[in-house]
């Protein structure tokens, strides 16, 4: 059957039946229209890389809409009656760029530029939903869907709040209207395409695999075709958005679509009553909650629209519908809905309809808790509470502000006696995140019933009843049934709180009513441009910012290939310490679409992706032996898609010999000290050779121990790899930041020649180090399958694959012992640190990157500090480098010890470092100007008159500050090319652009090193040819080496052309000299590059204050302002500069509040392996008030050009944000009675670390 989908105004005719049945979006868009702007990654609506706009009639009220949605969870074949459009659709080079478009890249919102083109495309959505009339409030919470791990957020709000109604955003002044923008044309017609190319409208389809797919547009067109399912599965597609959650079962063998069925999209309101049909998206539930909050008895309306709101993202609740909701709720009892939570607490009816039966109307509970066959939710009722005699609360309490299901939430409603305030008539009182079978604390609803709730006893009586009877259950990977209880109990506090009458609550408990609200976020960017350098330290708009916005840019899996290309998946083994003995891909291989599977046998040459030649002990492509953690890689499927691989891969049969029975797996470093298994600890560095000599007698000494876990570096482009046989070798499109050691690995796995692989790099999707060489096993994978098919290949990791096989940020513990005097001033210190190596010593940070940083600006020496570093080995991937390795530890690890230190000797942290700065060091000069400018010491008055004020919320300030080390290496080689014609310059070299900014750089050095304009450069391909031998684009170091190497480059030309411009004399232009230079036969092109000793090593330093928020009843966080100030020398490139502050210092404020790995003990498997259970930072994690300087006035006289790196060195601040998590939480401390004694915080301190570290009792949750 032919379909036609309108994609940017462009029909597209199908044959359904030559997809599967399941296709999405995405898939449609990506490899049939062959749109790229359009990216995927999660695949699980966690991620919004591949979101897009569609526009449709609504079936009920025939009115067109437009709305965002996930392409990766939308079906295609629900997008018959829409419009779509991509980020391509809305502006390009042809057409001209949207504003949107335009101010992101103007304002500096994208860096590597991944997840550039969906924030466009969730703001154009957002303005065509909303007629363009938006506030920056709404354009805030907006973004809860889009991660970006490169900028930290604050230019794209920036950006996107400039089209608010309300906006104060100050735009630079060539900027577009929104009004400037045209729709692109329908090429057929010339206008804008109304999406009408359906003549009939679907209606059923039969698949050759048998799968049927349904078009219904009446409810009784609905059972038709449920009546023709059988025994066979089914499923009702209204958003499919429950993938994102729960895999859809491969073996679906019916889809029907609901959108069209109007039944089930309108909503009345009748009286007392108002019925929403079921298939109403959460968006549009929302809508309506706004409007009916209005009418009396539906007040509670607000409470619940502003709890849906929290509910996944905005791209999924715009698909998203209550049914599905509730049906992945009866599916999976454990699931924290916070629909049916809400409608639970409300007494919601639920209406079902059964195949040949009337319509029931029922508790939802019950429907649950029933069986059903072939049941239809056709809608929910809800009724009116009277207002003021009703109570209605709700919360949700999650480890990030947006885009997280709740850890534990919970919904009350109280029937209050209006004559007796606090005597309560009945309660529904459900929590959520409890265990699966818990709804209704039912013994408090019963106990509560005519009970005074706000009088002393009854309310102490309750929570002990209630703490009883909340039992979470433990499992992985939720927080701990004891957080959760307190949580539980917490919540029901705060509604106390906020029902008591003013009188009754103590003055300092009453802040803790509410839960933590965000107001909208800032930021403020101070930093020198010096005019006579021009292009250089000018703050220009990034070189590809626009290409990026509009997804013209192309990563590795936008290259394009034939029709024949072949998609990739890893097959695994589980069986961690366990010898493989034999691996059968018999079933594999009969699958329809399989074409190959290849183990370790099918290498020509050697099995492994790290070479010793660059420094590596040798790590296996596929296990061939003894399994080294769970899920590593053991072959690769090889099929038609990528879907059919994935789902093969799974099926692959592993047996498996030796397998231990005793023994235990360590799969993280935790794990090895608590169980005492010292044989994992690898002596590396020096010895212990003479005691610690103290400097004076100490009047303090304490230790403490400091844990740090690992970090996924969560790049947004995925680990990806297209190989393509070309002649006698291979072309190679890899996401690497290695090109040198990539090729060699393939080269040799292969075992053919170096120069018959050749690697092509346009830039990268975000990296921080997860592409140094984590990235060559797929790269390896895809090349083998490609030279054993002669066809190309394409692999794209899987999310979960990554995330189970991809070596992490080293974790860290430090166990230290201090000796001070009573001013803090340090007589001697010892540091042993150990870093989680996983299962081999590759990019081990131990004996450099660490020890470098470890003593900071401290004045510690070899006698009376200590400092041992020792790699321990783990049952998982080897751990990799990951932005600032080892030197985030280093910081981190002395920072602490300051701060340990004051909390001893009970004196301020700030003058802790004071004291102890090493004499004559800059920090000398930096540290006392920066309280200054900070408010340093007023802050921390108004905090502790703050804290004393507020039991439940405190305000806590964090101090880092940071000596880093540049030590710059090896070789970068670049070519400039100066075209004669129009003397346009192409740059090529052997670094990687991955967001860091690097060819904006370049192209200024080039520029200003030629006296050309800017416009006039432009940087290409980075491959293995202009590039070979290059070093390792990585620790920072890659900008200034390649922007050395083209300015040496450029001067080499610039001598050739010499002679020239003395002949034409003055007042000639840059294209006649040029021209002149060819007629002459002179050379226009040179290559260069920079070798290690070229420039001198320096120092970075950079200060940090972070002011942090805290409830301390659900552990949730603000962070209300954070002060930077950075030392990036002369900045050849202010914005870039900035942006690469700001988003190092976000993506640590990651690792230190939200992201946390989590390991089962008897696998070894992560059980935080995707969007679902890993948290980065989303939008509204970032500081509200953002201020960065760099410093001014600050020439380097060392290095390139008077600047300074910045990619990594502000990562290290970001520990101040746990400092300030222990200031704020020993307030509590005291408050609760306890002792002063310092908390072991570390990475993660989640919500949970501090509810259970903040001394509260059950006892303590009174109103006075
Ligand atoms: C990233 C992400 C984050 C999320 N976060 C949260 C969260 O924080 N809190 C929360 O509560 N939820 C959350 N969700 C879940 C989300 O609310 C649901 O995925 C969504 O509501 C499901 O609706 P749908 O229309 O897409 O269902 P679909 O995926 O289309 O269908 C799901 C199931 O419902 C059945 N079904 C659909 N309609 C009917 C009907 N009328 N009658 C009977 N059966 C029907 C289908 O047969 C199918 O089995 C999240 C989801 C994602 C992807
Ligand atoms: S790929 Fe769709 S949300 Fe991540
Ligand atoms: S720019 Fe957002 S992920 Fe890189």
Same mark, same amino acid.
């Given at each position: 059957?032919?379909?036609?989908?309108?994609?940017?105004?462009?029909?597209?005719?199908?044959?359904?039946?030559?997809?599967?049945?399941?296709?999405?979006?995405?898939?449609?868009?990506?490899?049939?229209?062959?749109?790229?702007?359009?990216?995927?990654?999660?695949?699980?609506?966690?991620?919004?890389?591949?979101?897009?706009?569609?526009?449709?009639?609504?079936?009920?009220?025939?009115?067109?809409?437009?709305?965002?949605?996930?392409?990766?969870?939308?079906?295609?074949?629900?997008?018959?009656?829409?419009?779509?459009?991509?980020?391509?659709?809305?502006?390009?080079?042809?057409?001209?760029?949207?504003?949107?478009?335009?101010?992101?890249?103007?304002?500096?919102?994208?860096?590597?530029?991944?997840?550039?083109?969906?924030?466009?495309?969730?703001?154009?959505?957002?303005?065509?939903?909303?007629?363009?009339?938006?506030?920056?409030?709404?354009?805030?919470?907006?973004?809860?869907?889009?991660?970006?791990?490169?900028?930290?957020?604050?230019?794209?709000?920036?950006?996107?709040?400039?089209?608010?109604?309300?906006?104060?955003?100050?735009?630079?002044?060539?900027?577009?209207?929104?009004?400037?923008?045209?729709?692109?044309?329908?090429?057929?017609?010339?206008?804008?395409?109304?999406?009408?190319?359906?003549?009939?409208?679907?209606?059923?389809?039969?698949?050759?695999?048998?799968?049927?797919?349904?078009?219904?547009?009446?409810?009784?067109?609905?059972?038709?075709?449920?009546?023709?399912?059988?025994?066979?599965?089914?499923?009702?597609?209204?958003?499919?958005?429950?993938?994102?959650?729960?895999?859809?079962?491969?073996?679906?063998?019916?889809?029907?679509?609901?959108?069209?069925?109007?039944? $089930?999209?309108?909503?009345?309101?009748?009286?007392?009553?108002?019925? $929403?049909?079921?298939?109403?998206?959460?968006?549009?539930?929302?809508?309506?909650?706004?409007?009916?909050?209005?009418?009396?008895?539906?007040?509670?309306?607000?409470?619940?629209?502003?709890?849906?709101?929290?509910?996944?993202?905005?791209?999924?609740?715009?698909?998203?519908?209550?049914?599905?909701?509730?049906?992945?709720?009866?599916?999976?009892?454990?699931?924290?809905?916070?629909?049916?939570?809400?409608?639970?607490?409300?007494?919601?009816?639920?209406?079902?309809?059964?195949?040949?039966?009337?319509?029931?109307?029922?508790?939802?509970?019950?429907?649950?808790?029933?069986?059903?066959?072939?049941?239809?939710?056709?809608?929910?009722?809800?009724?009116?509470?009277?207002?003021?005699?009703?109570?209605?609360?709700?919360?949700?309490?999650?480890?990030?502000?947006?885009?997280?299901?709740?850890?534990?939430?919970?919904?009350?409603?109280?029937?209050?006696?209006?004559?007796?305030?606090?005597?309560?008539?009945?309660?529904?009182?459900?929590?959520?995140?409890?265990?699966?079978?818990?709804?209704?604390?039912?013994?408090?609803?019963?106990?509560?019933?005519?009970?005074?709730?706000?009088?002393?006893?009854?309310?102490?009586?309750?929570?002990?009843?209630?703490?009883?009877?909340?039992?979470?259950?433990?499992?992985?990977?939720?927080?701990?049934?004891?957080?959760?209880?307190?949580?539980?109990?917490?919540?029901?506090?705060?509604?106390?709180?906020?029902?008591?009458?003013?009188?009754?609550?103590?003055?300092?408990?009453?802040?803790?009513?509410?839960?933590?609200?965000?107001?909208?976020?800032?930021?403020?960017?101070?930093?020198?441009?010096?005019?006579?350098?021009?292009?250089?330290?000018?703050?220009?708009?990034?070189?590809?910012?626009?290409?990026?916005?509009?997804?013209?840019?192309?990563?590795?899996?936008?290259?394009?290939?034939?029709?024949?290309?072949?998609?990739?998946?890893?097959?695994?083994?589980?069986?961690?310490?366990?010898?493989?003995?034999?691996?059968?891909?018999?079933?594999?291989?009969?699958?329809?679409?399989?074409?190959?599977?290849?183990?370790?046998?099918?290498?020509?040459?050697?099995?492994?992706?790290?070479?010793?030649?660059?420094?590596?002990?040798?790590?296996?492509?596929?296990?061939?032996?003894?399994?080294?953690?769970?899920?590593?890689?053991?072959?690769?499927?090889?099929?038609?898609?990528?879907?059919?691989?994935?789902?093969?891969?799974?099926?692959?049969?592993?047996?498996?010999?030796?397998?231990?029975?005793?023994?235990?797996?360590?799969?993280?470093?935790?794990?090895?000290?608590?169980?005492?298994?010292?044989?994992?600890?690898?002596?590396?560095?020096?010895?212990?050779?003479?005691?610690?000599?103290?400097?004076?007698?100490?009047?303090?000494?304490?230790?403490?121990?400091?844990?740090?876990?690992?970090?996924?570096?969560?790049?947004?482009?995925?680990?990806?790899?297209?190989?393509?046989?070309?002649?006698?070798?291979?072309?190679?499109?890899?996401?690497?930041?290695?090109?040198?050691?990539?090729?060699?690995?393939?080269?040799?796995?292969?075992?053919?020649?170096?120069?018959?692989?050749?690697?092509?790099?346009?830039?990268?999707?975000?990296?921080?180090?997860?592409?140094?060489?984590?990235?060559?096993?797929?790269?390896?994978?895809?090349?083998?399958?490609?030279?054993?098919?002669?066809?190309?290949?394409?692999?794209?990791?899987?999310?979960?694959?990554?995330?189970?096989?991809?070596?992490?940020?080293?974790?860290?513990?430090?166990?230290?012992?201090?000796?001070?005097?009573?001013?803090?001033?340090?007589?001697?210190?010892?540091?042993?640190?150990?870093?989680?190596?996983?299962?081999?010593?590759?990019?081990?940070?131990?004996?450099?990157?660490?020890?470098?940083?470890?003593?900071?600006?401290?004045?510690?020496?070899?006698?009376?500090?200590?400092?041992?570093?020792?790699?321990?080995?783990?049952?998982?991937?080897?751990?990799?480098?990951?932005?600032?390795?080892?030197?985030?530890?280093?910081?981190?690890?002395?920072?602490?010890?300051?701060?340990?230190?004051?909390?001893?000797?009970?004196?301020?942290?700030?003058?802790?470092?004071?004291?102890?700065?090493?004499?004559?060091?800059?920090?000398?000069?930096?540290?006392?100007?920066?309280?200054?400018?900070?408010?340093?010491?007023?802050?921390?008055?108004?905090?502790?008159?703050?804290?004393?004020?507020?039991?439940?919320?405190?305000?806590?300030?964090?101090?880092?500050?940071?000596?880093?080390?540049?030590?710059?290496?090896?070789?970068?080689?670049?070519?400039?090319?100066?075209?004669?014609?129009?003397?346009?310059?192409?740059?090529?070299?052997?670094?990687?652009?991955?967001?860091?900014?690097?060819?904006?750089?370049?192209?200024?050095?080039?520029?200003?090193?030629?006296?050309?304009?800017?416009?006039?450069?432009?940087?290409?391909?980075?491959?293995?040819?202009?590039?070979?031998?290059?070093?390792?684009?990585?620790?920072?170091?890659?900008?200034?080496?390649?922007?050395?190497?083209?300015?040496?480059?450029?001067?080499?030309?610039?001598?050739?052309?010499?002679?020239?411009?003395?002949?034409?004399?003055?007042?000639?232009?840059?294209?006649?000299?040029?021209?002149?230079?060819?007629?002459?036969?002179?050379?226009?092109?040179?290559?260069?590059?920079?070798?290690?000793?070229?420039?001198?090593?320096?120092?970075?330093?950079?200060?940090?204050?972070?002011?942090?928020?805290?409830?301390?009843?659900?552990?949730?966080?603000?962070?209300?302002?954070?002060?930077?100030?950075?030392?990036?020398?002369?900045?050849?490139?202010?914005?870039?500069?900035?942006?690469?502050?700001?988003?190092?210092?976000?993506?640590?404020?990651?690792?230190? $509040?939200?992201?946390?790995?989590?390991?089962?003990?008897?696998?070894?498997?992560?059980?935080?392996?995707?969007?679902?259970?890993?948290?980065?930072?989303?939008?509204?994690?970032?500081?509200?008030?953002?201020?960065?300087?760099? $410093?001014?006035?600050?020439?380097?006289?060392?290095?390139?050009?008077?600047?300074?790196?910045?990619?990594?060195?502000?990562?290290?601040?970001?520990?101040?944000?746990?400092?300030?998590?222990?200031?704020?939480?020993?307030?509590?401390?005291?408050?609760?009675?306890?002792?002063?004694?310092?908390?072991?915080?570390?990475?993660?301190?989640?919500?949970?670390?501090?509810?259970?570290?903040?001394?509260?009792?059950?006892?303590?949750?009174?109103?006075?």
């Amino acid at each position: 059957m032919t379909a036609c989908f309108v994609i940017n105004g462009t029909p597209y005719n199908v044959d359904l039946t030559a997809f599967p049945a399941d296709i999405t979006l995405n898939t449609f868009i990506r490899e049939h229209a062959q749109l790229t702007a359009t990216k995927f990654m999660c695949l699980e609506g966690g991620c919004g890389v591949c979101i897009c706009v569609v526009r449709g009639k609504h079936p009920a009220t025939g009115e067109t809409r437009t709305w965002a949605v996930n392409s990766c969870l939308t079906l295609l074949n629900t997008c018959a009656d829409w419009q779509i459009t991509t980020a391509e659709g809305i502006g390009n080079k042809r057409h001209g760029y949207h504003p949107i478009q335009k101010r992101l890249a103007k304002l500096n919102g994208t860096q590597c530029g991944f997840c550039s083109p969906a924030m466009v495309m969730n703001m154009y959505g957002l303005l065509e939903s909303k007629g363009g009339r938006v506030t920056m409030e709404e354009v805030e919470s907006s973004f809860d869907g889009n991660i970006c791990r490169c900028t930290g957020y604050r230019p794209i709000l920036d950006t996107m709040k400039s089209f608010a109604v309300d906006s104060n955003i100050k735009l630079p002044e060539d900027c577009d209207d929104i009004e400037d923008f045209e729709f692109v044309a329908c090429p057929r017609s010339g206008r804008q395409c109304s999406g009408g190319c359906h003549k009939k409208p679907l209606t059923a389809l039969t698949y050759a695999d048998g799968a049927q797919w349904y078009w219904p547009h009446s409810l009784t067109e609905v059972f038709n075709a449920l009546a023709k399912v059988g025994n066979e599965q089914y499923i009702l597609v209204a958003g499919n958005t429950a993938h994102g959650v729960y895999r859809r079962s491969p073996d679906i063998k019916h889809f029907i679509d609901l959108h069209g069925v109007p039944e $089930l999209k309108q909503h009345t309101i009748v009286g007392e009553k108002l019925t $929403l049909g079921a298939n109403l998206s959460l968006t549009e539930a929302i809508d309506i909650f706004q409007k009916v909050a209005q009418r009396p008895g539906f007040e509670y309306c607000e409470q619940l629209w502003r709890h849906f709101d929290l509910i996944a993202n905005v791209p999924v609740r715009n698909a998203g519908t209550l049914a599905g909701n509730i049906s992945i709720k009866k599916a999976h009892p454990e699931f924290p809905s916070d629909v049916f939570l809400s409608f639970e607490a409300l007494n919601v009816q639920i209406i079902i309809q059964e195949l040949s039966a009337p319509a029931r109307s029922m508790p939802i509970l019950e429907y649950l808790r029933q069986p059903f066959n072939k049941a239809v939710i056709t809608a929910f009722e809800l009724k009116a509470y009277l207002k003021g005699r009703f109570v209605y609360h709700s919360y949700k309490i999650t480890p990030r502000a947006q885009n997280a299901h709740a850890y534990v939430n919970a919904a009350f409603l109280l029937d209050m006696d209006v004559t007796a305030w606090g005597i309560v008539n009945s309660a529904r009182l459900c929590f959520g995140g409890i265990n699966p079978d818990f709804v209704h604390a039912t013994a408090t609803e019963s106990f509560v019933i005519r009970q005074n709730i706000f009088d002393k006893e009854v309310s102490a009586q309750l929570f002990s009843l209630l703490s009883e009877e909340v039992v979470p259950n433990e499992v992985l990977p939720d927080p701990s049934p004891a957080y959760r209880r307190s949580l539980a109990c917490a919540l029901f506090y705060k509604t106390l709180l906020k029902l008591a009458p003013v009188e009754k609550v103590r003055a300092e408990y009453k802040s803790g009513a509410n839960i933590l609200k965000r107001p909208l976020s800032s930021g403020i960017q101070t930093f020198e441009t010096i005019e006579k350098n021009y292009p250089i330290t000018q703050p220009v708009q990034k070189l590809d910012g626009l290409l990026q916005c509009s997804g013209e840019a192309t990563y590795m899996d936008d290259t394009l290939t034939t029709s024949d290309t072949v998609h990739c998946a890893f097959a695994n083994a589980t069986r961690v310490g366990a010898n493989i003995e034999q691996i059968d891909a018999s079933e594999v291989l009969a699958i329809s679409g399989v074409i190959a599977f290849y183990t370790a046998k099918d290498i020509p040459g050697t099995n492994n992706f790290c070479d010793q030649a660059f420094e590596y002990e040798p790590e296996e492509i596929f296990c061939s032996g003894v399994v080294r953690y769970y899920d590593q890689p053991l072959g690769v499927v090889v099929a038609l898609t990528s879907d059919i691989a994935k789902r093969a891969a799974s099926k692959v049969k592993v047996i498996y010999s030796n397998l231990p029975t005793d023994t235990k797996i360590y799969p993280t470093m935790a794990d090895v000290f608590k169980e005492q298994a010292m044989d994992r600890i690898k002596w590396s560095t020096a010895a212990q050779s003479n005691s610690l000599q103290l400097s004076d007698q100490p009047d303090i000494s304490a230790r403490g121990v400091f844990e740090m876990g690992g970090q996924y570096h969560f790049t947004m482009e995925p680990q990806t790899t297209v190989a393509v046989p070309f002649e006698d070798g291979l072309q190679v499109w890899t996401a690497t930041q290695w090109m040198d050691q990539t090729q060699c690995v393939i080269a040799k796995m292969l075992g053919i020649r170096v120069n018959d692989v050749q690697l092509k790099v346009r830039r990268l999707g975000g990296a921080y180090g997860a592409k140094i060489s984590r990235g060559n096993q797929v790269a390896c994978a895809a090349s083998l399958a490609a030279y054993k098919l002669n066809q190309p290949v394409r692999f794209v990791q899987s999310i979960e694959s990554m995330m189970n096989s991809n070596g992490k940020r080293w974790g860290c513990r430090s166990d230290y012992e201090f000796h001070i005097k009573n001013n803090g001033k340090i007589v001697g210190l010892t540091n042993t640190y150990y870093e989680d190596a996983g299962c081999t010593l590759n990019e081990n940070p131990i004996e450099d990157l660490t020890p470098v940083t470890a003593k900071n600006c401290y004045e510690l020496n070899d006698s009376n500090s200590k400092i041992f570093g020792q790699p321990v080995i783990t049952d998982a991937p080897s751990s990799a480098w990951c932005r600032a390795p080892g030197s985030t530890e280093g910081i981190a690890m002395i920072e602490n010890m300051l701060e340990h230190m004051a909390f001893e000797a009970n004196i301020d942290p700030a003058d802790a470092r004071l004291v102890n700065l090493r004499s004559g060091n800059k920090m000398g000069e930096l540290l006392p100007g920066f309280l200054q400018s900070t408010e340093y010491r007023q802050r921390r008055k108004d905090i502790a008159a703050f804290n004393a004020r507020n039991r439940w919320i405190k305000r806590g300030l964090g101090l880092a500050i940071m000596e880093y080390p540049v030590n710059l290496v090896g070789q970068y080689a670049a070519t400039v090319a100066i075209y004669h014609v129009d003397g346009t310059v192409v740059i090529a070299h052997g670094g990687i652009e991955m967001g860091q900014g690097m060819n904006t750089k370049i192209a200024q050095v080039a520029a200003h090193t030629l006296g050309i304009p800017l416009s006039f450069v432009k940087l290409e391909y980075s491959d293995t040819i202009n590039g070979a031998n290059s070093e390792v684009t990585g620790g920072s170091l890659g900008s200034e080496s390649l922007c050395f190497a083209v300015r040496k480059a450029c001067e080499v030309l610039n001598t050739r052309l010499q002679p020239v411009k003395e002949a034409l004399g003055k007042n000639v232009t840059w294209q006649r000299i040029v021209a002149e230079a060819w007629t002459r036969l002179i050379n226009l092109i040179a290559s260069e590059y920079y070798k290690q000793g070229d420039m001198r090593n320096y120092l970075v330093y950079g200060l940090g204050l972070t002011e942090i928020e805290l409830d301390i009843l659900t552990g949730n966080h603000l962070i209300k302002r954070v002060d930077l100030l950075e030392d990036a020398g002369e900045s050849l490139s202010p914005y870039i500069d900035i942006g690469q502050v700001e988003g190092a210092f976000v993506m640590l404020l990651g690792y230190w $509040l939200t992201e946390h790995l989590i390991y089962d003990r008897q696998t070894g498997r992560l059980v935080t392996n995707r969007t679902w259970t890993y948290k980065p930072p989303g939008a509204k994690d970032i500081p509200i008030d953002f201020r960065i300087e760099l $410093l001014q006035k600050n020439p380097n006289p060392a290095g390139f050009m008077r600047s300074k790196t910045t990619g990594e060195p502000p990562a290290c601040l970001a520990v101040s944000s746990i400092f300030a998590v222990q200031h704020a939480l020993q307030s509590a401390r005291q408050d609760a009675g306890i002792a002063h004694e310092w908390v072991r915080l570390g990475a993660p301190t989640t919500p949970e670390t501090i509810v259970l570290n903040s001394g509260t009792q059950l006892s303590m949750l009174s109103l006075e």
